[in-house]
């Protein structure tokens, strides 16, 4: 089964410097890997997502994912983090077939001024 | 382009009583999904549409709850009665699957945060 995991809760950093919120996967197969990102009082917003090609994949408010399958990750990273960018992070995978998501437990990002 | 509409943002209501949550999904999506998301117990897939038609309604906590999605652009989810424990906020989300192979992302509404008292 299709499944994801993100081995931190919470990551603390400072703004200006960069983050790394990380995800791992386990799939069958090529897998199609998500972030989506949570505001407080809002619903998840895609981020951005590896289908297939370029190993980097850029996304929106200047966030990246690096998909590394000799490590199945798919960490999520931003060069130069803004205080803005404090919110919920959930990786994300469709299950066999594609119709539903499998969503990570969340790493809760908090960026420091 | 419109998103996910949701309503109502906010409900509170007394125990017993009956809740609607509704949802317009975005125009031309085929997947409509209910979530559920709690501190203790993160977001869970309650239920979820395939051009209308109920695929996997294996999240739904009880028979107190129901869904459904009587068009594409509109689809209910009904708790009767409400308990305590159905406090939480309430995700509809929708995506375009047909012949994407899951590739399309979900597009969340801003979901109702419901407390029952």
């Known amino acids: 089964a299709q499944s994801v995991a993100q081995p931190e809760d919470q990551v603390n950093v400072a703004e200006g410097n960069p983050l790394t919120v990380k995800c791992t996967y386990s799939v069958s197969g090529n897998p199609y890997l998500f972030w989506y990102v949570q505001y407080p009082n809002r619903g998840h917003q895609f981020l951005l997502k590896y289908i297939t090609g370029d190993n980097l994949v850029k996304g929106s408010y200047g966030f990246e994912a690096e998909f590394n399958k000799s490590q199945t990750s798919f960490h999520l990273k931003k060069p130069s983090a803004l205080v803005s960018d404090s919110a919920l992070y959930f990786c994300?995978?469709?299950?066999?077939?594609?119709?539903?998501?499998?969503f990570g437990a969340g790493t809760r990002l908090f960026v420091k001024a | 382009d419109a998103g996910v509409i949701q309503s109502p943002r906010h409900e509170v209501t007394e125990m017993g009583q009956e809740v609607t949550l509704r949802c317009k999904p975005i125009?031309?999506?085929?997947?409509l999904f209910w979530y559920r998301q709690t501190m203790m117990r993160g977001l869970e897939l309650l239920i979820y549409f395939n051009n209308n038609v109920p695929i996997d309604d294996s999240g739904m906590p009880e028979d107190r709850f129901s869904a459904k999605m009587p068009n594409a652009s509109f689809s209910t989810l009904k708790i009767q009665p409400s308990e305590p424990r159905d406090s939480a906020v309430y995700f509809c989300?929708?995506?375009?699957?047909?012949?994407?192979?899951?590739?399309?992302?979900?597009?969340f509404g801003d979901g109702t945060r419901l407390s029952i008292l």
């Open positions: 994300a995978v469709p299950n066999t077939g594609g119709f539903k998501t499998i």
């Open positions: 125009s031309g999506h085929d997947y």
């Open positions: 989300a929708s995506s375009l699957g047909a012949g994407t192979g899951g590739s399309q992302p979900q597009h």
